[in-house]
């Protein structure tokens, strides 16, 4: 029998690799254990039909349906529309005829979306199709996620009636299983809500004649780690290079400063360091990286260079294993490091980096631009530099033994959806 899974939160068309490595996580997982499966994914554009991803060198075909969240139903595409055809019983949305015959629905909030930090309207569209889904009686996966912090009790409330409701849920990380525990409460059976790891820990690297194509032009990237000058590697983030106004201006460090100091720091302690700055989001919008890591390029001299963006988050992985250390703020990017044995530290801007990084045994290496002053986080992150040499061994057994545990919870998903 052909398993059929529908997919919600991880798609290819937000210009946000950290989103696009969560798709690719998932898709490696079911590419190993039920490759003939009939994989759903759902994303924000128009139109359905046949997509494609890379997973590694090897392409992995899906079907993908356009459900923007919005509630005009007179869109024809709208995720509006799905839930009226729910509600009337009409099959005119593609949508609605995958969710239908699902073995189960697999739903994951990137980042820290599976929250009310940022506004009402985000955690709504993440949780929409959770709600749906329940409402359809298919079985419902949270894969792994962060949940909560939730400001509003009304918002809560609405965590707490999904997770209650879904077949299986999995937290990412320690803290976060805790809040999955307590949403849950005491009259559920804990033994459906399971400790897990980021899926982007299982994000095949892209192969070497993919990674030269997008970077073979710029020169030094690819050099072999015994072939030339160490590289470093950092993620100028758009997000925060901006203001973070997001989290209601409470970063505490001017974090373009710190970037220009952690980066002079390195050039200063090695005279032949190469820094690649590397864009994990990318586009027009006014949080993409690309704009940030350029303008940090030019003003620090001819040993930093900005890499070309890339949509493949195979392909920025495999750049950033290529250095012995790397710094960043979105999160995805640092979990391409850590996932390869890449010694990182992080600039936090919300409780979602702590967990992750504890995970593997690196706590140490957060730095929390909500609580540091400008001199603290140069002064952590630069300690985490200085210590990447004896770090990387012990770093290597733990993403070994984190990337086991991210096959063996994929596992434990689709023996949920076959004997659905």
Known sequence: MVLRLCLFGASDDTGNLGVSALLRGVLAGIAARAPDAEVVVFDHGRGSGPASATLGDEPFEYLRVGAPYTRRVHN???FARLWLDQAV?????????????????????GGDSFADIYGRSRLRSVTAPMELSLDLHRPLVLLPQT?????????RQQAERIVRGASMGWARDPRGHDVLLDLVGPDDDPSRYKLGVDVAFAVPLAGRE???RTY?????????????????????????????QQFGGTLSAEYREVMARLVRHVLQADREAR???????????????EPACRELADELGTRVVAAPPTADPGVAKALIARASWFCGARMHATIAALSTGVPAAAIAYSDKFAGVFEGVGRGSAVADARALDGDELVRTL????????????????????TRERAREQLDEVLALAGAA
């Open 382 to 401: 630069v300690d985490s530099y200085e210590r990447r040499h004896a770090d990387r061994p012990g770093l290597e057994r733990a993403a070994a033994a």
């Open 275 to 289: 820094v690649v700055l590397v864009p994990h989001v990318i586009g027009a919008a006014s949080e993409s990286d």
């Open 76 to 78: 024809p595409e709208s």
């Open 147 to 155: 949940y909560g912090p939730y400001r509003s009790q009304g918002m």
């Open 216 to 244: 073979g032009g710029v020169r030094g990237l690819l050099a072999e780690p015994d072939d030339g000058p160490e590289l470093v590697a950092l993620n100028v983030s758009g997000l925060l290079a901006n203001g973070g």
């Open 89 to 109: 019983g009409t099959s005119r949305h593609p949508g609605i005829r995958a969710l239908r015959s699902a073995d189960a629905v697999l739903a994951i909030a």
């Open 210 to 212: 993919t990674v030269a």
